[in-house]
């Protein structure tokens, strides 16, 4: 059964049939893992930092926009204290990224296997899928460029220019969760210009739909430009991070990786068969875009997963292109190319089952150093935390009810306010911290002036008082180095200069 796509106003072309019980399989299987994952451990620290913006409304913050801190108080006020429900926006959003990825394969005229291959492809990646299990800004980031990478493949086929000012609205909200969709769009305009079709540039509804971007983004900038614009700052800092994950060195390589055994093949053959092969002529401009994308990032040392959003429809051309080409193979070729693809799959297939959470907890290892738990800050980042709010709760009931009368708590970092906000705020005292977006939460009041300090360095505290004792102290088996592992609790007294002098160079990005 087929159904017809219109091209243009004069071209009409005949689109594949759906691969529905096929793709449905897959979208379904997804579906399954993420509920999975989504419903293991414990809050990620973002998630209880986006939780604390949320509970703190603003136009802006330090290094994100409002969107998720939003999302993430309305999916608490539904269910309070859910990480189930709190992550569901992010596992409905990457289930219907595997299922856009087999539509763009349908678009580039793939039948029902290539279709079929792109949604595994998408699938199969730990990245692309696991990322799904968590509700984080590049979760979501990720989803909302494959749906307008969709709009956009939609319109060439169409020429609907309605589908320019959806994704215009689609855009405004993905630059309120994260500031790297400009790029996308940079890149995209400019490879239209070169490759075609021009035709893209010209549109009153694109430019329409960017002054619409604009418009809705003009809260967030005027926040950015009253507090000298953190959420720049912070490309600095991922810069400086990334020298030290291995810099531009492994860029291309970590980037290339992330898609898995099978989803890597898939995404060279897709560049290849967007940039070279004539049928995809019209869709050269995404393929190109990406490698733009990709070069940009690296030269400004964004992180490798920034391009990942437009991985989705290079995957669909790549499945296309591999199942023409291999369907032209002599016989013997075929069964080795088929044989291989099949082996890539089950490789793939076997990577994201072992790295869903379904080990308990007291089998997990711990991590062996700082770097490996950076590696795996999902994982790690999910433990700890209440071993922390247990240890700074009781650091602070051992005080005497005149010390705990003028204490306040102040943390290294913004993951360990955010856990204390998010299960002692009421038992605790204020929570302060000058790490990331918890600074601009607020500086501590110049008439407390006791503090109990939950890590930094004994120098920088005595810098600040004439009396730093340890109270506590925090290192839990599984944690985040830092934040729940070799941190100690201070009390500090005797401070030498007020709060408000102080609090702007304590904070840091």
């Given at each position: 059964?087929t159904?017809?796509v219109?091209?243009s106003?004069?071209?009409v072309a005949v689109?594949p049939?759906?691969?529905t ?7 379904v299987v997804s579906?399954a ?7 293991r451990?414990?809050?990620f620290g973002?998630?209880m930092?986006f939780?604390a913006a949320?509970r703190?409304p603003?136009?802006g913050?330090?290094?994100q ?6 999302v993430?108080?309305a999916?608490?006020t539904?269910?309070?204290g859910?990480f ?9 959003l990457?289930v219907v990224?595997?299922?856009?990825c087999?539509?763009?394969?349908r678009a580039?005229g793939?039948?029902r ?5 792109a949604?595994?492809g998408?699938?199969s990646s730990?990245?692309?899928?696991l990322?799904g299990?968590?509700l ?5 980031d990720?989803a909302?460029?494959?749906i307008i990478?969709?709009l956009l493949v939609?319109w060439?086929?169409t020429r609907?220019?309605g589908?320019?000012?959806i ?11 994260k500031w ?8 995209i305009v400019?490879?239209?210009l ?8 010209r549109?009153?509804p694109l430019w ?27 490309g ?11 810099g531009k ?9 992330l898609?898995?055994f099978l989803?890597?093949p898939?995404l060279?053959c897709g560049?290849?068969?967007?940039l070279r092969?004539g ?7 995404l393929g ?5 994308l990709?070069l940009?990032?690296l030269?400004t040392g964004g992180r490798v997963?920034y391009?990942?959003g437009m991985?989705a429809?290079?995957?669909a051309?790549g499945?296309?292109g591999?199942?023409?080409v ?5 016989v ?5 190319v ?5 082996a890539l ?8 089952a072992?790295?869903t ?8 290892p ?8 950076a ?5 790690y980042g ?5 071993e922390?709010v247990d240890?700074?709760s009781y650091?602070?009931?051992?005080l005497?009810p005149?010390e ?5 708590i102040?943390?290294d ?11 002692a ?6 929570i302060y911290?000058?790490s990331?977006?918890f600074?601009?939460f ?5 008439t407390?002036?006791?503090?109990l300090?939950v890590?930094s360095t004994?120098p920088a505290?005595?810098?600040?008082f004439?009396?730093?004792?340890p ?7 599984l944690?985040y180095p ?5 941190v100690?609790?201070?009390?500090c ?6 709060w408000?002098r ?5 904070m840091?990005l």
């Open positions: 059964m159904d017809v219109e091209r106003s004069d071209e689109a049939a759906r691969a019980v096929a793709v449905g399989a897959v979208a579906a893992i993420l509920w999975f994952c989504a419903s451990y414990g809050y973002d998630e930092y939780l949320g703190r603003g136009w913050y330090a290094d926009g409002p969107v998720l801190p939003l993430a108080r999916m608490d539904v269910a309070p859910s189930l429900v709190l992550r569901l926006p992010a596992v409905v990457t990224s595997v299922v856009l087999a539509e763009m394969a580039f793939g039948g296997t290539a279709q079929m291959l949604a595994i998408y699938a730990p990245f692309l899928l990322q299990g968590l984080t800004t590049n979760a979501v990720t909302l460029w494959v990478t969709w939609r060439v086929q609907r220019d589908l320019l000012l994704a215009a609205l689609v855009t405004a909200v993905d630059f309120q969760v790297l969709i400009p790029f996308f769009w940079v890149a400019v490879s239209a070169v490759f075609g079709p021009r035709d893209l540039v549109r009153p329409a739909g960017g002054l619409i971007v604009v418009i809705s983004a003009v809260p967030e900038l005027l926040w950015q430009a009253g507090h000298s614009w953190p959420e720049l700052a912070m600095g800092e991922i810069a400086g991070e990334e020298a030290v994950l291995g060195l492994l860029f291309l390589p970590g980037a290339v990786v898609c898995g989803g890597t898939l060279l560049i290849w068969a967007l092969r049928e995809f002529r019209q869709y050269r401009f190109a875009a990406l490698v733009l990709l940009v990032f030269v997963y391009a990942a991985y429809v290079v995957i051309a499945a296309v591999a199942v023409t291999v369907g032209g193979m002599p013997p070729w075929r069964r080795v088929i044989v291989v693809g099949v799959g089950i490789s793939s297939v076997v990577v994201v072992d790295g959470p379904w080990r308990p907890e007291d089998r997990i711990p991590p062996p150093n700082a770097a490996a738990a590696v795996q800050i999902g994982l999910q433990f700890g935390w209440s922390l240890s700074v650091a602070y009931d051992a005497s005149a705990r009368a003028r204490t306040v102040i943390t970092t913004y993951w360990q306010a955010s856990a204390l906000d998010q299960f705020r009421y038992s605790l005292p204020p911290s000058p990331r977006g600074g601009y607020g500086t501590p009041p110049d407390e002036s006791a503090v300090a890590g004994e505290l005595r810098s600040q004439d009396h730093v004792e109270v506590g102290k925090v290192d839990t088996r944690g830092g934040n729940t592992q070799d100690t609790i201070w009390k007294t005797g401070q030498r200069k007020p408000s102080v609090w702007p160079q304590w840091h």
